[in-house]
């Protein structure tokens, strides 16, 4: 209990630090995210699961802080917030117990994903970026345990329905290339939608069985519909002129 407080103290003074104090502050914070950090692995160590577990939290929440709500240098762009990501994701590898690592390098990644947006113009680049970041959210519920599969996938959903929906209007008013990558891309989000139906820690989330499939088959059919050449004008576009060509055919001797 104590250690609970006082990981909910730490977090606390850290989301109010940086934005007194500023740049100062943040360093801090991140500062003591480390600390948090060898916390955790000491109580690694020592087999105190508990202890390592809140440590952990406490250490991911300081290092979200820390990029996620500050100015220029430390938060401006995506490149804070991935590279945070990353050495979330190095302690997921070197302390696999903790839920915090994982679940906080995704966060991590989806604030350098917002962040991106605004740097890309709209487009092919932009459904490039929506449904790169739906198409890994889809991937981590595949071989993650159960609660940080279900807060992924609920957080993939709005990604997931901005990228489908910018794929097919990119498919059908763009040219060459640009329509084959969105094309491709929309078909492998509704693709991967499918596979994470036959997840059982997730599937109940995603509504009746037969949901997913139709779908996942309505995004396919938009796709492929939108792809149809026009259809060729009749040349005798009237009845009046119906007639005419037919009688205008010749008989069969």
């Known amino acids: 209990m104590l250690l609970t407080v006082g990981v909910v103290l730490l977090v606390t003074a850290a989301l109010a630090g940086p934005r007194l104090a500023g740049d100062v502050a943040r360093i801090g914070v991140l500062l003591a995210a480390l600390v948090a950090g060898c916390a955790s692995a000491w109580a690694a160590r020592a087999r105190l699961r508990d202890t390592e577990e809140a440590c952990a939290a406490a250490a991911a929440a300081l290092a979200l802080t820390g990029v996620a709500v500050g100015d220029a240098p430390l938060g401006a762009g995506p490149l804070p917030a991935l590279v945070v990501a990353g050495v979330l994701l190095s302690l997921r590898v070197l302390l696999p117990c903790p839920l915090s690592w994982p679940l906080a390098a995704w966060i991590a990644l989806q604030v350098a994903a917002l962040r991106s947006l605004a740097l890309v113009p709209d487009g092919v680049p932009r459904t490039v970026l929506l449904l790169t970041v739906a198409l890994t959210g889809l991937a981590v519920p595949l071989g993650a345990r159960r609660p940080l599969a279900r ?11 901005a990228g489908v929906a910018a794929g097919l209007l990119t498919a059908a008013t763009a040219a060459g290339p640009a329509r084959w990558l969105s094309a491709g891309l929309t078909v492998a989000a509704a693709a991967g939608l499918l596979l994470v139906r036959l997840d059982r820690a997730v599937g109940s989330l995603l509504g009746p069985p037969r949901l997913v499939p139709v779908v996942a088959g309505t995004v396919a059919g938009a796709r492929s519909v939108r792809r149809c050449p026009p259809a060729v ?11 005419s060509c037919w009688r205008a055919r ?3 001797r």
């Open 250 to 252: 010749p008989r069969p």
């Open 151 to 161: 807060v992924a996938l609920l957080t993939t959903v709005p990604w997931l329905v």
């Open 233 to 243: 004008p009749s040349r005798c576009p009237s009845p009046a002129g119906s007639a």
